[in-house]
Every structure is written in structure tokens, then in C-alpha cells.
């Protein structure tokens, strides 16, 4: 196994030298750091990541937190944050809750046990009952993608959900809607909030019976939650869904009750993922930037550890848009 001794040998350095330059720390001038990176791409040296972090306390790893990787939300966050990690030199441990909050909760309490630099968690679904969890944690940790209240002890960077549900709400109107329904995930209150905003602005009520929770966030779970707006209230001109992919299964029971999107019913979806640009007819959606809000969440994470502190505790909004596509129509049909 090629040491760190023989690179300082065939680079002619010492070997606190070599560790200077692959922890990027210490004095080193770009002429011998140049040499060390050549002397250890000839040896193929790779550096003893266990011996390290026993040595230094850090492992240059950062955990990560997600739901599921499933479908399009999460996988990009996942990748955005890997990517970012892997520029600064990190590398990135993942865990999946499942949407099972007992697993999550194993998870994270073996992880506060574990040697990770650092702690990101998106998303709060199944996790915000265990943050006491995390409570001596030795090491920062951030949320993002936070929908519910925000717990005061950490930083949070996530979407201005509620502003989310006003934009969808805003277009409908804008449209000429007034009776509307809405097909929803139960942690999605902030997004069902900003949508009955749009309307009160109006002088208009979308009563609580107007709001359909779905089984499940899938198309599957949209089907039903629409179908069952849509046998409650035959009138109605529009539906609100808080995931895309309750929006899909929307255009499916909408195609199933005979009704033509958007002369009928305009439907308007949430998340903006990729899917719904190739769906028949292609869907208004809210988008949301799930890589800004990943990238600026490690971002600052990675100050924190440079810093050898905790982020301070504050809350980051990023703003959504919509984006029109051909799923809404003016409420009369023309």
C-alpha cells in the first residue's frame, strides 16, 4: 500500500507537507503543491480516511436526511447536495425515512452517534417530533424544505410554501374561478392557506369541505382525492393540487368523469417537476428552486464547519413562480 511517506519522498517534501496539501490547510506553495498532487497521481496514493478523522476528529462527511428518493423532488435535492459536497472536498452519507417516523427515528438517533461533520435535513415530514434528538449534537446541523412551524434551534432554508398557494390561487382567480376544490397532503397547511388567501382577497370562501386529503402522494392517491372533489361538488370549475403528482392523477379522474382539461376543469399542480411539461395536456404548475435551496443549505453548512461553529439560527425563504402551461382556462370555458 503506498503511504504518505512515499509521496513525500518522490515529491521531496515532508510528510506534514503531503497532509497540508490534501486537507488544503497550511503554507504551501502552488509550486510543491503541484508537486505532491503529481507525485500522488504517479503512486496512486489514496489517503486513509479512517486514520484521518481518528486524528483530526473530522471525516469530511455530511448526512443527509431525505423522505424518499422516489419521483422528482427529493432526488434532486439529493444531487444538488452531493454535488456541492463533492466540490468542497465532502462526501455525503444518505439515510431515507420512508415516510416511517420510527425509522427516522433510528436513524437519526444512530446518526448523532456516528462521525459526521455535519447534519442536513429536508424535509419535515416524520422527523420534526425527534429534533430533541439532536439536541447535543456535537456538530451543525440545518433543515430545508420545512414546511411546518420551524423549531427555533437551527437554521432553516426553505420555499415561501405559502406564497406558493396564493400564486395558484391568484391565477385561478385571474381566470374567472370561484368554485374550486383542493386535493392536498395533510402537511401541506401553509400552501392550503395561501390559496384560500387569493380568494378571500376576492370576498370568496373555499370552505374546509372543499379541501380533499389524499391517501397518498401519488397519482393514485390524486385519482381519488379528485374524483371524490369532484362527485362532492359537480360544479366546480377547478382543482388546486399541492404535488404534481396529485395534479397527474387529477388529469386522469378528470378524463374518467368525462371532462375536458381545461375546458371543464383547470387543474393546477405544485412542485414544477419534470413530469408534467410531457403530460396531456401540459400542467400549470407552481415551481419551486429545489437546487437553490439544497446548494444554499450546504452552503451553509460548509461555513459553519470552516468556521468550527454552528450556523446561526435563522429562516431562509425562496420564492416560487408559476409557470402557465395548458391545464387552465378561463372558467366559462372559451
Known amino acids: 500500500m503506498v503511504t504518505m511517506q512515499d509521496v513525500a519522498e518522490r515529491a521531496g517534501v515532508t510528510k506534514q507537507t503531503v497532509s497540508n496539501v490534501i486537507r488544503g490547510r497550511g503554507a504551501v506553495s502552488p509550486a510543491t503543491a503541484a508537486?505532491?498532487?503529481?507525485?500522488?497521481?504517479?503512486?496512486?496514493?489514496?489517503?486513509?480516511?479512517v486514520a484521518r478523522s481518528l486524528a483530526?476528529?473530522?471525516?469530511?462527511?455530511?448526512?443527509?436526511?431525505?423522505?424518499?428518493?422516489?419521483?422528482?423532488?427529493?432526488?434532486?435535492?439529493?444531487?444538488?447536495?452531493?454535488d456541492v459536497l463533492d466540490a468542497n472536498g465532502y462526501h455525503l452519507l444518505l439515510c431515507t425515512t420512508r415516510l416511517d417516523g420510527e425509522r427516522a427515528k433510528r436513524h437519526l438517533a444512530g446518526l448523532t452517534s456516528r462521525s459526521v461533520d455535519a447534519l442536513l435535513i429536508a424535509g419535515d415530514r416524520d422527523l420534526i417530533d425527534h429534533l430533541p434528538l439532536l439536541a447535543e449534537a456535537s456538530f451543525p446541523v440545518a433543515l430545508c424544505a420545512w414546511e411546518t412551524d420551524a423549531p427555533d434551534r437551527f437554521p432553516v432554508v426553505t420555499?415561501?410554501?405559502?406564497?406558493?398557494?396564493?400564486?395558484?390561487?391568484?391565477?385561478?382567480?385571474?381566470?374567472?374561478?370561484?368554485?374550486?376544490?383542493?386535493?392536498a397532503s395533510p402537511d401541506h397547511g401553509p400552501r392550503v392557506a395561501g390559496f384560500r388567501r387569493a380568494f378571500a382577497a376576492d370576498g370568496l370562501t373555499v370552505p374546509d369541505a372543499a379541501v380533499h386529503t389524499a391517501s397518498e402522494p401519488t397519482p393514485a392517491g390524486g385519482f381519488a382525492a379528485a374524483t371524490a372533489a369532484l362527485t362532492a361538488d359537480p360544479t366546480i370549475t377547478a382543482l388546486f393540487a399541492t404535488h404534481d403528482v396529485l395534479a397527474l392523477g387529477a388529469?386522469?379522474?378528470?378524463?374518467?368523469?368525462?371532462?375536458?382539461?381545461?375546458?371543464?376543469?383547470?387543474?393546477?399542480?405544485?412542485?414544477?417537476?419534470?413530469?408534467?411539461?410531457?403530460?396531456?395536456?401540459?400542467?400549470t404548475s407552481v415551481a419551486i428552486p429545489k437546487r437553490e435551496m439544497a446548494r444554499e443549505a450546504v452552503e451553509l453548512l460548509l461555513r459553519a464547519l470552516t468556521r468550527s461553529g454552528s450556523p446561526a439560527n435563522s429562516i431562509q425563504l425562496l420564492r416560487p413562480e408559476l409557470v402557465v402551461r395548458d391545464s387552465t382556462g378561463p372558467a366559462d370555458g372559451r
Open 35 to 49: 508537486r505532491v498532487r503529481a507525485a500522488i497521481g504517479e503512486l496512486g496514493y489514496t489517503p486513509n480516511l
Open 56 to 82: 483530526t476528529g473530522a471525516t469530511r462527511t455530511v448526512g443527509l436526511f431525505v423522505p424518499t428518493v422516489t419521483g422528482s423532488f427529493y432526488p434532486d435535492i439529493v444531487e444538488e447536495v452531493e
Open 159 to 183: 420555499i415561501d410554501y405559502e406564497r406558493a398557494g396564493y400564486l395558484a390561487g391568484r391565477h385561478l382567480r385571474e381566470l374567472g374561478h370561484e368554485r374550486v376544490a383542493v386535493l
Open 251 to 283: 388529469l386522469e379522474a378528470a378524463r374518467a368523469e368525462g371532462r375536458s382539461v381545461p375546458r371543464d376543469l383547470s387543474i393546477v399542480g405544485h412542485d414544477d417537476n419534470p413530469e408534467v411539461g410531457v403530460a396531456r395536456p401540459a400542467l
